[in-house]
T-cell receptor
């Protein structure tokens, strides 16, 4: 079974802090994704990566950056956290083939005070 | 642009009743379609996927979905609801480019009444 592990289930930070969300997958997947999930808005893609050191912006990249130094690890960085970044963050990974699904971690519920 | 529409943000059924969750997609070519389930405070779990091999797709937990090209639909069904099916369900379509990105519907919360 694919295992996608997010480092924290719950996180509370203060406005202006630099926040790191970590995600590790154990199936040697090339593709990795970061989403945020808000009530009524579904999942929105923040960034994705299709290889080490490669990244592309998703639909809502503003205020975020990412890092992928190793294939198994994909980090989401909030450069200067703001209250409107309070949300559920989900990491996913997949193989680069047409019919392959994305596999999700359990999510990090982030609160910015 | 490709999109996914899930009709009904909330669906309520009685235990033992038929479950029908609706999903319509827009795509100019046959898409890859997925249904995911999310239990409270958890990530998304794959229920099933359509990849053109068969129009009726069986998934986990007794769910199935039928791909209907003429209706651009991929509705999720289960003959008999169980209390443990209460969760949020997401339909997703894969973008037909090289990114392997998914476009998600806004989700349908299934409530199961005893």
């Amino acid at each position: 079974d694919v295992k996608v592990t997010q480092s924290s289930r719950y996180l509370v930070k203060r406005t202006g802090e630099k926040v790191f969300l970590e995600c590790v997958q154990d199936m040697d997947h090339e593709n990795m994704f970061w989403y945020r999930q808000d009530p009524g808005l579904g999942l929105r893609l923040i960034y994705f990566s299709y290889d080490v050191k490669m990244k592309e912006k998703g639909d809502i990249p503003e205020g975020y950056s990412v890092s992928r130094e190793k294939k198994e690890r994909f980090s989401l960085i909030l450069e200067s956290a703001s209250t409107n970044q309070t949300s559920m963050y989900l990491c996913a990974s997949s193989l680069p083939r047409d019919n392959q699904p994305q596999h999700f971690g359990d999510g990090t519920r982030l609160s910015i005070l | 642009a490709q999109s996914v529409t899930q009709l009904g943000s909330h669906v309520s059924v009685s235990e033992g009743a038929l479950v029908l969750l609706r999903c319509n997609y827009s795509s100019s070519v046959p898409p890859y379609l997925f249904w995911y389930v999310q239990y409270p405070n958890q990530g998304l779990q794959l229920l099933l996927k359509y990849t053109s091999a068969a129009t009726l797709v069986k998934g986990i937990n007794g769910f199935e979905a039928e791909f209907k090209k003429s209706e651009t639909s991929f509705h999720l069904t289960k003959p008999s609801a169980h209390m443990s099916d209460a969760a949020e369900y997401f339909c997703a379509v894969r973008l037909m480019d090289s990114s392997y990105k998914l476009i998600f519907g806004s989700g349908t919360r299934l409530l199961v009444r005893p």
